[in-house]
């Protein structure tokens, strides 16, 4: 039975690790993360799983007038767009798509600082954030993800909208949520220490991370 709140990212990322590690997961899993949340989080998984961990860059799509309304999300080259509520507004999603991939890539390249990216082909994947409020950057990891032709895909939050579990579970092979609580309305609410997650911070985790493969026998 899982406590809420969580103290913080890493203690939701330790109880994350040891349900996924009780699965035994295919041999050879990785482990994506969703900055800057998601990667204390991925950490503490990646750990318990033994596998090396990576970024998948998320960045929703607002609307350009009202920049906080979400029309959606993009990671890589794939988009996860509410049409209709573009269609409502009428609204190109060209502009802004090339604007935010751009992004994608610079933040690519400055969380990475030279480590290439990890191949998904053929393994199996699990991607992991702090939560899932409505799950609309998670699906565009996903899709991403998914593109690149993994041997199974597995998304895993501590804690998570159960209309978000749902959706998510619909394009993953299985999405687990430790802690699915009504009502919800935030993924903070459920940390005691919800602090932001610095892009150094980021950039530590991953070289760190990325030691501990190397020196795995």
């Known amino acids: 039975m899982i406590e809420l709140p969580f103290q913080g990212r890493s203690e939701a990322g330790r ?4 349900e996924l590690a009780s699965r035994k997961l295919p041999a ?15 950490a503490e998984v990646a ?3 033994q596998a090396p961990l990576d970024v998948v860059v998320v960045r929703k799509l607002g609307v350009p007038w009202q920049p906080e309304l979400a029309m959606g999300a993009i990671a890589g080259e794939t988009s996860a767009l509410n049409q ?26 400055l969380y990475r600082s030279g480590l ?10 699990v991607i992991v954030d702090d939560g899932l409020a409505t799950g ?9 993800a998914r593109s690149v032709h993994p041997e199974s895909l597995i998304v895993a939050v501590p804690v998570g909208s159960s209309d978000a579990c749902r959706r998510i579970g619909s394009e993953a092979d299985d999405c687990i949520c430790l802690a699915v609580p009504e009502p919800f309305f935030a993924v903070g ?5 919800f602090r932001q ?14 030691r501990r493969v190397e020196a795995l026998p």
């Open 136 to 144: 609309s950057t998670m699906l565009a990891a996903v899709r991403h």
């Open 116 to 125: 290439p990216p990890q191949s998904l082909r053929g393994r199996a994947v």
């Open 15 to 18: 109880l994350l690790g040891a």
């Open 197 to 210: 997650v610095t892009d150094q911070e980021v950039q530590d985790i991953l070289k760190r991370s990325h």
């Open 47 to 49: 750990e318990a799983l």
């Open 189 to 193: 609410e459920w940390y005691v220490d």
């Open 28 to 42: 050879g899993v990785i482990v994506l993360a969703l900055p800057r949340g998601g990667l204390p989080v991925g």
């Open 84 to 109: 209709e509520l573009m269609r409502e507004l009428r609204i190109s999603d060209e502009a802004v798509i090339a604007q935010e991939t751009k992004e994608v890539e610079r933040r690519e390249k």
